[in-house]
């Protein structure tokens, strides 16, 4: 996959959660039998599954599951937690489904941390069943893949899962509240996992959310991580905010310099956005060594002024030490991925100082409300 640059520009890490994965801690569930801690190992493991699943990841034998569409994030149920735990009450397996409900039983060797046992279990009711049955494409349910396709199933939205000791066998009981598909029955659609609300077209109002979207709500396609990782490359930058020995002819420090924050009503227009997983990709510091391929004016009556003539566009924009808001963007064009940031106030142009001179943050009472911190003016 390429990466171009595009305008002025800034991506550390992009990181894109399809069906984020749960992360709660009090799941106020009044069955004693159980803990949150229990419930959380349940969830976050089926949720990781069907998540692979949403991004073509999921492993089904000697290949990869069919990648699937429309498929929903599962919420912790209470109530199907007490069916699960009427089911394991019984200390059996041969425990009839409640009527509407998919529900899974088994039987493993009882131990005092549960924990551990649950996760591989979890896992082993997915894997043994696509090695042993296989899944085609379209994935459709069949003999020996039950399991597999109670768990994978789309539609479902709610699970609730428990345990029992009985006699030194630890029984396990999950409950989802769809029925298993029939015989022959598709298990989950075949597509790309959702990027936008307008994906999820299963039930009324459905969205498509990422793992942490707290700073701009209203924009569900880039996740806080993601945000974080333009902010901090951003301002990495700005605190070292010296250029290169060799591209200035004498080698200052910023009296003041404004920290980046991210600025919640810039507006942030985007066509589409990289499903795929984009890890470790810096192009700062192509933008920021600009400096190293061109230079600074040094003289006195036009040091530091930006000049377009000096091929340093986006380092300029980066190191502008006016600038205080950054929004920034990440699109999809055929096979190339596309980042873009927004600076605000505006303040960069031709002829105009990037930075003055002094000691770090020195000037920094010239901004009312601001302090210094690691070597920039925070507000």
Request: aromatic share 6%.
């Amino acid at each position: 996959m390429k990466l171009y640059i595009v305008g002025e520009i800034s991506l550390v890490q992009v990181l894109l959660a399809i069906l984020g994965i749960a992360h709660a801690t009090e799941f106020q569930c009044w069955n004693f039998k159980s803990t949150d801690t229990l419930r959380e190992q349940y969830l976050s493991s089926i949720t990781k599954l069907r998540k692979q699943i949403s991004e073509g990841n999921a492993q089904c034998n000697q290949t990869k599951c069919p990648q699937g569409q429309n498929i929903y994030k599962l919420n912790w149920d209470c109530e199907l937690e007490l069916k699960a735990q009427e089911a394991v009450d019984q200390c059996k397996l041969n425990v009839k489904e409640p009527a509407g409900y998919s529900q899974i039983i088994k039987k493993v060797k009882a131990t005092c941390n549960p924990t551990k046992v649950l996760k591989k279990q979890i896992e082993e009711w997915w894997t043994t069943a696509v090695t042993n049955a296989g899944v085609a494409n379209p994935p459709v349910n069949k003999a020996g893949l039950e399991d597999f396709a109670k768990l994978a199933n789309g539609r479902a939205t709610k699970i609730g899962c428990a345990q029992k000791n009985c006699n030194e066998q630890l029984f396990v009981a999950c409950v989802v509240n769809e029925p298993a598909p029939a015989d022959g029955a598709a298990i989950y659609e075949v597509g790309t996992g959702c990027s936008k609300k307008e994906d999820c077209t299963t039930y009324l109002e459905s969205k498509c959310k990422s793992d942490d979207n707290t700073i701009c709500p209203e924009n569900q396609i880039i996740t806080d991580t993601v945000r974080r990782a333009f902010l901090d490359g951003h301002n990495q930058r700005r605190h070292t905010a010296v250029p290169r020995k060799e591209a200035l002819t004498v080698r200052h420090k910023l009296g003041a310099m404004a920290g980046l924050h991210l600025g919640t009503t810039m507006k942030i227009h985007m066509l589409s956005v990289a499903i795929t997983l984009v890890k470790k990709t810096q192009p700062e510091r192509t933008w920021w060594s600009e400096i190293s391929r061109g230079r600074m004016l040094q003289k006195d009556e036009e040091r530091n002024k930006y000049s377009s003539s000096l091929g340093i566009p986006n380092f300029a924009n980066m190191a502008w030490d006016t600038h205080e808001k950054l929004g920034c963007a990440i699109v999809t064009c055929n096979s190339n991925t596309n980042v873009v940031c927004h600076y605000s106030p505006k303040s960069s142009g031709e002829g105009l100082q990037i930075y003055k001179m002094g000691p770090i943050c020195k000037r920094c009472h010239d901004y009312p409300g601001t302090y210094c911190s690691e070597g920039l003016c925070t507000l």
